[in-house]
């Protein structure tokens, strides 16, 4: 199955949380099947899957199967880079947003805020993988769904 995220609904302004597994819409709503659901017995349909968690569909992101540090990079992660570092020694970041190029069917990093932007408009658009070896160093510095913005 492939891997999606999510944050979980409901919480109202509390800290969001993030759901990891499966994704499917029913009757209209998004829910994450996370991996270590059990099945079980249910009379109407006979077997079931336990364990659904609703969550908010336009926070949902595919997993890139990609990683940085050990964690796997989402659809929607803001990937923070070192640009240079300049006379007085203070450092300054580049930060590029995950989409996917339906286009070109592969996962690319495009300038932060430029993600809902057409991608042939997006200024500067590598390939993820691309990206990862020129800045091997690069961390997760939040996703596009955080309420303060990195």
Not at 28 to 40: L, N, V
Not at 104 to 114: F, P
Not at 133 to 144: D, M, Q, S, V
Request: one cysteine or more; glycine letters at 12%.
């Amino acid at each position: 199955m492939r891997n999606y995220r999510a944050q979980v609904a409901g919480l109202g302004d509390i800290k969001p949380r993030w759901a990891y597994g499966g994704h499917c819409v029913v009757e209209g709503k998004d829910y994450i099947i996370p991996d270590d659901a059990e099945m079980g017995v249910d009379e109407t349909f006979g077997v079931a899957i336990c364990g659904f968690v609703e969550v908010l569909p336009e926070t949902v992101g595919h997993g890139t199967g990609r990683k940085i540090n050990g964690i796997e990079i989402f659809q929607g992660d803001i990937l923070k880079s070192l640009s240079f570092t300049d006379g007085q020694r203070k450092n300054h970041y580049l930060y590029h947003t995950v989409v996917w190029n339906e286009r070109r069917s592969s996962w690319y990093v495009c300038a932060a805020g430029e993600e809902n932007e057409p991608e042939d408009e997006r200024q500067g658009s590598p390939i993820l993988w691309t990206y990862l070896k020129f800045y091997p160093e690069a961390e997760i510095a939040g996703t596009i769904h955080d309420k303060e913005q990195v």
